[in-house]
T-cell receptor, first 116, second 112 residues
Framework: AQSVTQLDSQVPVFEEAPVELRCNYS??????LFWYVQYPNQGLQLLLK??????LVKGINGFEAEFNKSQTSFHLRKPSVHISDTAEYFC??????????????FGKGTHLIIQP | NAGVTQTPKFRVLKTGQSMTLLCAQD?????MYWYRQDPGMGLRLIHY???????AKGEVPDGYNVSRLKKQNFLLGLESAAPSQTSVYFC???????????FGPGTRLTVT
């Protein structure tokens, strides 16, 4: 079984400042890693994913994340945030076998609050 | 191309009533999923399907049933609703071996 821990339930940041949202995972098998964003009253949208290759992954809206296998982490970063980045961010994992059939395991989410 | 759609968007039920939530996708995806989202809990997998006519239990399947009679549709049923099933329900779909899930807009269900 897998589990995902998002260490911060809420992160307030000033506009144009950098931000890092932390994600750690636990798994007895190899996993793929994902970050999703949920804007108010909407579904989830994929920000970025790590399946293989370079451990630094770039996604949409200027976000990036780095996979660290030894620390079992997949922290999300953005060098300069905008008011429109205010949303809930979810880290998720999937077993790297089975084609993704048995779904994702999500963290509890981090609410990113951008202050003007 | 509508992606993943969910019907209805909102619903209020009394304890003991039944209802069915409909999820439809027009992307020809093999895999479909139902999740529930509760405050401070993230999303948890209820049931999933790897193809027409097949379903499997996820993390929190109790009190729910599902059916996938057509590849594009995945139904979630509550036979006897309970207040603990008050939640936002999300459907998702994915292409086999891509691991990328596409989510619908959600259904907000309140059971009183």
């Amino acid at each position: 079984a897998q589990s995902v821990t998002q260490l911060d339930s809420q992160v307030p940041v000033f506009e144009e400042a950098p931000v890092e949202l932390r994600c750690n995972y636990s798994s007895s098998v190899s996993v793929y890693l994902f970050w999703y964003v949920q804007y108010p009253n909407q579904g989830l949208q994929l920000l970025l994913k790590y399946l293989s290759g370079s451990t630094l992954v770039k996604g949409i809206n200027g976000f990036e994340a780095e996979f660290n296998k030894s620390q079992t982490s997949f922290h999300l970063r953005k060098p300069s945030v905008h008011i429109s980045d205010t949303a809930e961010y979810f880290c998720a994992v999937s077993k790297d076998s089975g084609g993704g059939a048995d779904g994702l395991t999500f963290g509890k989410g981090t609410h990113l609050i951008i202050q003007p | 191309n509508a992606g993943v759609t969910q019907t209805p968007k909102f619903r209020v039920l009394k304890t003991g009533q039944s209802m069915t939530l409909l999820c439809a996708q027009d992307m020809n995806h093999e895999y479909m999923y139902w999740y529930r989202q509760d405050p401070g809990m993230g999303l948890r997998l209820i049931h999933y399907s790897v193809g027409e006519g097949t379903t499997a239990k996820g993390e929190v399947p109790d009190g729910y049933n599902v059916s996938r009679l057509k590849k594009q549709n995945f139904l979630l049923g509550l036979e006897s609703a309970a207040p603990s099933q008050t939640s936002v329900y999300f459907c998702a779909s994915s292409l086999k071996n891509t691991y990328e899930q596409y989510f619908g807009p959600g259904t907000r269900l309140t059971v009183t």
